[in-house]
């Protein structure tokens, strides 16, 4: 297939992430279009055979499909608000926000007569094009009509639905989810290196941890979607007494024990309530709670 059975493509946002959206569409054939206020920024895509557009209009009129990525969403309607010719053309937002300016943003293009899909990376730039995980909601045909050009972008491409505002609460969660395991192995390393132990020979032992946790979560989220939180690997209270070890252990060390403490807090609340012989995941209902 050649250049020209290839769907343009109009990137808007030159930073580290949208110059690797653009290289990517340009690895896979697509003609591409970028646009960025500091133009400087597209010299290396134009070597690269992207095309400068002079203006956010002209990038817009160049390609049915248009995506964005840039700090926020209001940077997004700066770069996008005076900007003409929507009519007709699929906007991806790949900008981080929330589920609300999810939907605002989806009214603004709907206005302008312009279907929206809003998008949501899971990846970093150096794994776009690659096995990268980018996830979309929106109008499903909008999605279908143009799921073989996002899949440039990762093999990870996948449709959560309709609501505009799913990608978010998904981008939410997934940062919940690597800040939580971040700091545990952060707090982990300074729990051994007060031990004298180097972080480089934890990395081993914490990764196949990992891998047996995340060997879990199925079944967890069977849990918290029944309701129901029978024992998979230990009882709550089982838990809660290697909890209080490792408040004790980093106290002894000199070490922040705020992370455990806390995890610690939430597991005596629901001992409380009658949870001790429950399986952990019954703490959703303690993270649901205001």
């Given at each position: ?134 996830v979309y909601s929106g109008p499903r045909d909008a999605y279908d009509a143009h799921e073989g050009t996002l899949s440039s972008l990762g093999s990870g491409t996948r449709h959560l639905g309709d609501d505009h505002a799913v990608t978010a609460f998904h981008e939410m969660a997934v940062l919940s989810l690597m800040w939580n395991m971040l700091n545990g192995f952060l ?76 995890v610690k807090d939430l597991a005596e609340r629901a001992v409380g309530a009658g949870h001790g012989e429950g399986g952990y995941a019954v703490l959703v209902e303690q993270f649901a709670k205001?």
């Amino acid at each position: 297939m050649n250049n020209h059975d290839k769907t343009p493509v109009t990137v808007i946002g030159l930073g580290l992430m949208g110059q690797a959206l653009a290289s990517a569409f340009l690895r896979a054939g697509h003609p591409t279009t970028v646009w960025n206020r500091t133009a400087s920024k597209a010299e290396r895509l134009v070597a690269d055979g992207a095309k400068a557009a002079a203006t956010a209009t002209d990038a817009i009129a160049a390609s049915p499909l248009v995506v964005v990525c840039v700090t926020d969403y209001t940077a997004a309607r700066d770069l996008l608000d005076p900007a003409d010719g929507w009519d007709g053309r699929v906007l991806v937002n790949l900008t981080s926000g929330t589920a609300d300016q999810a939907r605002a943003m989806a009214a603004w293009a709907d206005e302008r007569g312009a279907t929206y899909l809003d998008g949501a990376i899971m990846a970093a730039p150096d794994v776009i094009g690659g096995d990268a995980l980018i996830v979309y909601s929106g109008p499903r045909d909008a999605y279908d009509a143009h799921e073989g050009t996002l899949s440039s972008l990762g093999s990870g491409t996948r449709h959560l639905g309709d609501d505009h505002a799913v990608t978010a609460f998904h981008e939410m969660a997934v940062l919940s989810l690597m800040w939580n395991m971040l700091n545990g192995f952060l707090h982990g390393a300074a729990l051994l290196k007060a031990a004298g132990v180097d972080a480089a020979s934890y990395v081993p032992i914490a990764a196949q941890g990992i891998g047996t946790v995340s060997a879990w979560l199925p079944g967890y989220a069977r849990s918290v979607d029944d309701g129901e939180y029978p024992v998979l690997d230990s009882t709550l209270d089982g838990h809660l007494a290697a909890m209080r070890h490792l408040v004790e252990a980093s106290e002894s060390l000199g070490v922040s024990a705020e992370l455990p403490a806390l995890v610690k807090d939430l597991a005596e609340r629901a001992v409380g309530a009658g949870h001790g012989e429950g399986g952990y995941a019954v703490l959703v209902e303690q993270f649901a709670k205001p």
